[in-house]
Each structure stands twice: as C-alpha cells, then as structure tokens.
C-alpha cells in the first residue's frame, strides 16, 4: 500500500491551497481517509477525515469553515481544500489510510503561510 500526498508549498495569508492524497496497492471498498498536520514543537493535529462512501468527520475548530475534505469519486483519492490560510496553519500534512484497523501514512507534504 502506498499513499502520496501532493500540493503543499508557500503561499501568503488568505491564500489558498489544494492539497491531494492518492492511495494506492489495495483493493477494499471500505477504507477512510484523513488529513492530518504537525506543526514544529507540536503534537499531530486530526484536520479532516471522511469515508469511502463519503461520511465526512466533522472539523476541528481550527479549519472549520476555511478547509473543506473532499473524495474522488471512482479511486481513492481524497482532497484537502484549504482556504483564508493563516501562519499558524503552517505544518507538515500528512494523510493517512485508514483500512482493515491497519493505518498507512503518507511522507508528508508542506504547506508555509507566511507574508
């Protein structure tokens, strides 16, 4: 099994950004997808989640109404929307494959907001 992330970068606060997790090498129908970040000094942070049928977890404080999770319909490949980006959403985001009570994590992609 492997998942990938893609899409972080720089960007300036209120920008946006899209974030992607492709996960690959297996084939169950049921799995769920989440989005994860860990910021310097801290703990890892639970961002979004969301099924295979499309269940969505709800938001922490932090990203609700900014970030927004979203799945392809045919693969599993999840999205992270990420809008009104401030400095303190800068982290390392990490996506995680949640199937048969087995997790897989991907490398991790960055994402700095900073003026």
């Known amino acids: 099994v492997q998942v990938v992330e893609s899409g972080g970068g720089l960007v300036q606060p209120g920008e946006s950004l899209r974030l992607s997790c492709e996960a690959t090498?297996?084939?169950?129908?049921?799995?769920?997808m989440s989005w994860y970040r860990q910021a310097p000094g801290k703990g890892r942070e639970l961002v979004a989640g969301?099924?295979?049928?499309?269940?969505?977890?709800d938001y922490p404080d932090s990203v609700k109404g900014r970030f927004a999770i979203s799945r392809h319909r045919t693969k599993a490949t999840v999205y992270l929307q990420m809008n009104s980006l401030k400095p303190e959403d800068t982290a390392v985001y990490y996506c995680?494959?949640?199937?048969?009570?087995?997790?897989?994590w991907g490398q991790g992609t960055q994402v700095s907001v900073s003026s």
């Open positions: 995680k494959l949640r199937v048969l009570s087995r997790d897989y």
């Open positions: 090498g297996f084939t169950f129908a049921n799995y769920g």
């Open positions: 969301i099924t295979s049928t499309g269940i969505v977890t």
